[in-house]
């Protein structure tokens, strides 16, 4: 199906695990990112990507490794899963142009016990 | 602190009523967004604003871009069950690297029939 798609939807894993979780989009956008949205805090970036195999810290990096290897991909690891890293965590894209529209992933909630 | 202040955090009206949220920064922003997120899935775009002084309609929403670039406004006019979610402003900084948006902590709204 076209659009941006992030597994698993619901994740639970414990303190000191690694967790990856996933991001695909369709459209063959340039740009993706990966937020993460805490009740008080909004969306915070985490990372971002501008193109393959480049990628950029956000707001809230630490703890997080991003890769890149194609363009419609762009998977989130959490290296050692932390209690402070329970969010639900979104995957979005958009093309080059500036002001255009980020389009969201339906969001992966993550919790860590 | 957040570089985009929203307010208020939380409204709770009546069908028919008006509402305004706001979206204030110290910063200047290239574009604002205004995005509805639903409860379980990922922000969606309802609106961009780019020229400073700029209104712009959207049935019985009205969105407002401050002179300064600095800050917009959400206004709804009569409002509606279907008008219940998460209103998050963001905005594209003017010399932000990558397309990246900084979000607002969200209002929640609230409208009850």
Redesign the interface.
Known sequence: DAGITQSPRYKITETGRQVTLMCHQTWSHSYMFWYRQDLGHGLRLIYYSAAADITDKGEVPDGYVVSRSKTENFPLTLESATRSQTSVYFCASNNRRLNTEAFFGQGTRLTVV | T?L?E?SP?FLSIQEGENLTVYCNSSSVF??L?WYRQEP??????LV?V?TGGEVKKLKRLTFQFGDARKDSSLHITAAQPGDTGLY?C?G?MVKA??????????TRVLVKP
């Open positions: 957040q985009l929203q955090q290239s574009s967004q379980g899935e990922g922000p969606v775009l961009t780019v998050l963001a594209a690297a990558g397309n990246k948006l900084t979000f607002g902590g969200g």
